[in-house]
């Protein structure tokens, strides 16, 4: 499947794409956080430090420690996704 900004769904395309981007960014430091969150944990990763603006972003802060969006991201890169709060982060208020 392809691209398709502004489609109806995510494609596969499109997952496998921002997948990457994601784990392509600091891609060592985020194997240790996969492996080892206790001792290595989400927040040592830019991808949560720039949405929480506990590092300088150009889109500010996006993230409140502890919010749906800020939960379901940090879950996931512990190994245990709240689908919960990523359900709820999903919907457009
Ligand atoms: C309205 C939403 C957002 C806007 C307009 C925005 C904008 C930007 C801009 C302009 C930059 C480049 C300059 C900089 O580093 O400050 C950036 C970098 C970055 N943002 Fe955002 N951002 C948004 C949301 C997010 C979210 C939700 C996340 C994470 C879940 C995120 C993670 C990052 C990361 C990790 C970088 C650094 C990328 C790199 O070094 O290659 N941003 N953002």
Redesign the pocket.
Known sequence: MQNSPGGPGTTETEFTANFQ??VG?EPEQTSRVVNDPTNNPPQT???????RAM??????Q??IIGDD?DRC?TSWLSGATDTASCMTALQVP
Do not use: D, N, Q, Y
């Not at 990763?45 to 949405?51: A, G, T």
């Open positions: 981007s994601v960014l990763l830019l991808i949560v430090k720039k949405p590092e300088r972003h150009k889109g500010g996006i993230f969006a991201l």
